[in-house]
C-alpha cells in the first residue's frame, strides 16, 4: 500500500509522490470535495490541480465520483495513481460511500494496483475515523450537496487521524489546536501536519516527511 497524504498539494516533497508513482502518465484526479462550492469555483479548483500535476510531467483526468461505479471502476483500472483534493471532508466522504468508489478504491489500493495521494480533506478521508474533523468542516454541507447522510468513518488506510493546515495562515479558525486538544483528551492518535509536511505510507514505512 502507497499513500502520499498532505496538508497542501505536496507539501515541500513533489519528488517524493513522482517517485512513488513511478514514471508520470495519466493520473485520476477526484475533486468531489469541492462539490458544494459554486460551479465557478469547483472547476477553477479542477483546473487548479491539472496545472500543478501537468507541472510535473502527469496527464491528469478527472474521475467525477457522481458517474457510475462502472464507469468509476473502469478509469481506476486504467491509470496507477488516484490524486484527492481538498475541499469539504465529509461531502467527499459522502461521494465515495454513495457511488460505490470507496470499495473500488480500497481494493486496489490495498493490493498495491493504485497509488493513492491526496492534500487536506483528500488526506483526511483516508484515516480510520472522521470525528472530529468537524471543527474545520462542516458536515451539514453533505445533505444539501449530495442527498445523503453525514458518515463518520474514513476509508481506514491509516489509523491515525490527521491534522492538515497546522499552524498555517490558511486555519483562520484555529481549528488544528482544538483538534490536538480534544485527540490529547480522548486518547485518539494524531499526526500534524504543517503546509510542507506529508505523511508517507510504502508497505510497513510510515513516516512524516
Known amino acids: 500500500m502507497k499513500l502520499f497524504l498532505a496538508s497542501y498539494r505536496f507539501g515541500a516533497h513533489p519528488d517524493t509522490f513522482v517517485d512513488m508513482t513511478g514514471t508520470p502518465g495519466r493520473i485520476a484526479v477526484i475533486a468531489n470535495a469541492c462539490d458544494s462550492w459554486p460551479d465557478a469555483a469547483r472547476a477553477s479548483a479542477v483546473t487548479s490541480e491539472f496545472r500543478s500535476l501537468r507541472e510535473l510531467g502527469f496527464e491528469p483526468e478527472e474521475l467525477d465520483l457522481r458517474g457510475s461505479t462502472k464507469a468509476i471502476a473502469a478509469m481506476l483500472d486504467s491509470v496507477s495513481a488516484v490524486w484527492v483534493r481538498g475541499g469539504n471532508t465529509f461531502v467527499l466522504r459522502s461521494r465515495l460511500a454513495l457511488s460505490g468508489a470507496e470499495n ?12 493513492y495521494g491526496g492534500y487536506s480533506a483528500g488526506a483526511c478521508v483516508a484515516s480510520t475515523s472522521l470525528r472530529g474533523i468537524e471543527t474545520a468542516d462542516d458536515p451539514a454541507d453533505v445533505h444539501p450537496t449530495t442527498g445523503g447522510d453525514v458518515i463518520w468513518d474514513g476509508l481506514g488506510f491509516v489509523e491515525t487521524s490527521l491534522i492538515p493546515h497546522y499552524g498555517s495562515i490558511l486555519d483562520d479558525t484555529n481549528s488544528g489546536a482544538t483538534m490536538v486538544e480534544r485527540y490529547r483528551r480522548d486518547g485518539t492518535p494524531f499526526v500534524t501536519l504543517d503546509d510542507d509536511q506529508v505523511l508517507v505510507v510504502d508497505g510497513d514505512r510510515q513516516e512524516r516527511i
Not at 104 to 115: H, P, Q
Open 104 to 115: 473500488e478504491i480500497a481494493r486496489r489500493v490495498r493490493d498495491g494496483r493504485l497509488v
